[in-house]
Structure formats: structure tokens, C-alpha cells
């Protein structure tokens, strides 16, 4: 008898010896050992099937019609989906890493798709600060898309082809310090480019809002960089070097700004915008008492 049939080694199905050993074996460098512990080391192994380790904690490797994965359950897989990371090869010279938490029942599981096109001349991929993805690159998370985040100090995007470059912010928004757009930045029928909303400025001595159903004085910070004024102010003295009101100063422009100002009955004035952030009153005509602030924009220091 040998091997398992042997009963002193297999011990009718327990193993009594301390190990199985091949003869060269030797621990870390050579040959295998199947130990008596429920331990055991191999230089290689191929399995054609399926790998499962831990108890109620699952890892699969599997190698099957969808590509190659690697499966992570929590509990066990009969009771939820597993996450998973996949390599796959759709089309020749291009290559797709997938990562896919698991399946919880609540729609759609997050994923996030890397899709590369050919390797670059150096064969390396270039993960350094800042990150550049070129050829048929695809950023993916589907459904939370929140919990993705690739951070740089900057990142570039090219498109090679027609359609562009598409940033779909989901439920988290894409948040960038500058977006460069060579080729301009095309928005779908019905939507802006949102920016700061309405702030109300501190008015000056005896000027406020003019009322009547009319848009009070309020500042806006416009998505080009620039700045201006809205509504109708009413108060007196409207005297030249009178401060109408003041806003914060980081949105006033770098030089002084004058714009033309309607008034009441006919009459004008001009509006002095100045870096410090006030709107001032400058060659008022006699006996005004309101004027629209509306013709004031202006670009931001930094512009």
C-alpha cells in the first residue's frame, strides 16, 4: 500500500502522520507539505474550479465566461450578490478593471470601470500627480457615485473623438478649483452653470430698499468670474461720493468701475464700483431719490 491507502499514513481518512512531504521538500523555497494541522504549502497550483476561503466571510476566484474575478461575500453568497473586481479584454488592445460592491437590494450596486486603450510607449501607467487619462479612458461609478473620489492636484481628460468629454456629477456633484475647456463647455436644454446666489450688501447712512413689489438691492456673483449689482435703491442725500451700499470685497473688481445708473423721472447718475467693495453715487443729477442698479457688472479681482 501507499499513499492514502496506506492506513499508518492515511489513518482510514485521518491523517496520522505530522505531514505529507514531498522528498525535496524544504519550507519557503521548495517542493509541498500537506500538514496534519489542516496547514499546507505549494510552490504552484492551477484549480480549474472554484477558490473558497473563510468562514462567514467568502473570497471566490472564479475564471468563467465573464471574465476573471476575484468575489468578496459578507455572510453567505446565497444570501446577497457578491462586490467584485473583474479584468476583462472586450475588444482587442483594450483592457477593463471593474470594481463592484456587492448587491444590498436597493437598485443598481456602485461600480467603478477603468477602461484603457493602448499601453503608452513606456508601458506605464502614470498614477503620479497629475493624473492624465488619454486614449478610450472611462471614469464609471453608477448609482452612488459619491463613493468614488480621485483626488490630484490636477487631472486631465482628452477626448480624441466628437463627443467630448461627459462629467456626470450624480447625487455627490464633481467639485473642481478650475476647469479648463479649450473647446468650450456645451450644457443640455434647460440647464446653467450655477454659481454664488443673491447676498444682501449693508447699505449706507439713509439708503435701503426702494420696495414696492421691486427686486431689492441685492450683489451676485456671476459663473464667468465677474460680479454686479441688482435691484433699486432709494435714500437720500444723493449727493456726489455718497455710498449707496457695500459688498464683500472679494468679488469688487482691481480698478475702479463706473456704469450708468437710471432715476426716478428721467434722471441719471452714474454708479462708481470700487475695489474696496462699495457702490458710490457720482454726478447725480438734482433731485434724485431712486436709482436702478441693474447696468452694474464688473470682473473679479483675478479675473
Not at 473558497?52 to 444570501?79: C, R
Not at 436644454?189 to 414696492?212: D, S
Not at 421691486?214 to 433699486?232: K, M, N, S, W
Amino acid at each position: 500500500m501507499s499513499g492514502f491507502a496506506n492506513a499508518i499514513l492515511g489513518g482510514a481518512a485521518n491523517l496520522i502522520r505530522k505531514a505529507i512531504q514531498s522528498p525535496n521538500y524544504s519550507p519557503g523555497v521548495e517542493g509541498w507539505s500537506i500538514n496534519k494541522d489542516g496547514t499546507a504549502e505549494f510552490a504552484n497550483a492551477v484549480i480549474r474550479g472554484t477558490i473558497k476561503t473563510g468562514d462567514t466571510q467568502y473570497i471566490l476566484i472564479e475564471s468563467g465566461p465573464d471574465g476573471n474575478k476575484i468575489q468578496f461575500f459578507s455572510g453567505s453568497p446565497d444570501e446577497v450578490s457578491p462586490g467584485f473586481v473583474m479584468v476583462d479584454q472586450p475588444v482587442a488592445g483594450q483592457a477593463t478593471l471593474t470594481v463592484q460592491a456587492p448587491d444590498l437590494g436597493f437598485g443598481s450596486p456602485p461600480a467603478l470601470t477603468l477602461t484603457s486603450g493602448p499601453l503608452e510607449t513606456d508601458n506605464n501607467a502614470d498614477l503620479s500627480s497629475p493624473y492624465s487619462l488619454s486614449h478610450n479612458a472611462e471614469i464609471l461609478s453608477a448609482f452612488f457615485s459619491q463613493l468614488y473620489d480621485l483626488t490630484a492636484a490636477r487631472i486631465n481628460l482628452t477626448a480624441t473623438g466628437v463627443d467630448g468629454i461627459n462629467l456626470d456629477g450624480g447625487p455627490g456633484g464633481i467639485n473642481a478649483q478650475l476647469l479648463n475647456a479649450n473647446g468650450g463647455i456645451v450644457l443640455p436644454v434647460g440647464e446653467y452653470i450655477k454659481r454664488g446666489g443673491l447676498g444682501t450688501p449693508t447699505f449706507g447712512t439713509g439708503w435701503g430698499a426702494f420696495g414696492g413689489g421691486f427686486q431689492a438691492p441685492r450683489y451676485i456673483e456671476y459663473p464667468d468670474r465677474t460680479a454686479g449689482l441688482v435691484g433699486v435703491a432709494s435714500g437720500t442725500p444723493a449727493t456726489g461720493g455718497t455710498t449707496i451700499l457695500s459688498f464683500p470685497a472679494a468679488l469688487a473688481p482691481a480698478s475702479q468701475q463706473t456704469f450708468f445708473g437710471t432715476c426716478n423721472t428721467g434722471l441719471k447718475t452714474q454708479l462708481l464700483i470700487t475695489p474696496a467693495g462699495n457702490c458710490v453715487l457720482q454726478n447725480p443729477d438734482a433731485g434724485v431719490t431712486w436709482v436702478s442698479l441693474q447696468a452694474a457688472r464688473w470682473p473679479m479681482v483675478g479675473f
